[in-house]
């Protein structure tokens, strides 16, 4: 399925091909202090930008960027170069009404003032890096 979106000012949009109908909760510290809360990220096959020239990169590790309209601030997606895996913002889409949380990661990480309700699989950051491939040396 393909769906559409874009940031808080339009200057970056997007269409969005093969995405899943669920997103995950990730409690790990960057996403909380990149998006305020907990980041509810939407898996997608394949991302078409229009506004490219608006879109900033961050690399926050060694694998990943997180990627950001230069001109408003709205957070929309993490990508990871080297494999292509990119994970869209959920509250970047024009219709968030489909999608549904499925999982939450990084649950060691977590906050204490909040909570999702649900029966869904929760994984520690180490086994979510674990489940792709990824070796983090201990900190």
Not at 1 to 24: I, K, P, R, Y
Not at 112 to 119: I, L, M, S, T
Request: charged residues 20%.
């Amino acid at each position: 399925m393909s769906e559409t979106g874009q940031c808080l000012c339009g200057a970056v949009s997007f269409t969005a091909d093969d995405v899943q109908n669920d997103f995950h909760a990730c409690h790990c510290s960057m996403c909380r202090k990149w998006s305020g809360g907990p980041g509810f990220g939407v898996g997608v096959g394949s991302i078409e930008l229009a506004g490219e020239e608006n879109l900033a990169a961050y690399k926050s590790s060694d694998w990943a960027e997180r990627c950001f309209c230069k001109q408003c601030g709205t957070n929309l997606f993490y990508r990871m170069p080297e494999t292509g895996m990119t994970v869209v913002w959920a509250g970047a889409f024009d219709d968030e009404s489909k999608l549904k949380l499925t999982g939450e990661i990084y649950i060691d990480e977590a906050s204490g003032g909040y909570a999702f309700v649900g029966d869904h699989p929760r994984q520690t950051g180490a086994q979510f890096m674990a489940s792709l491939g990824i070796e983090v040396p201990p900190a």
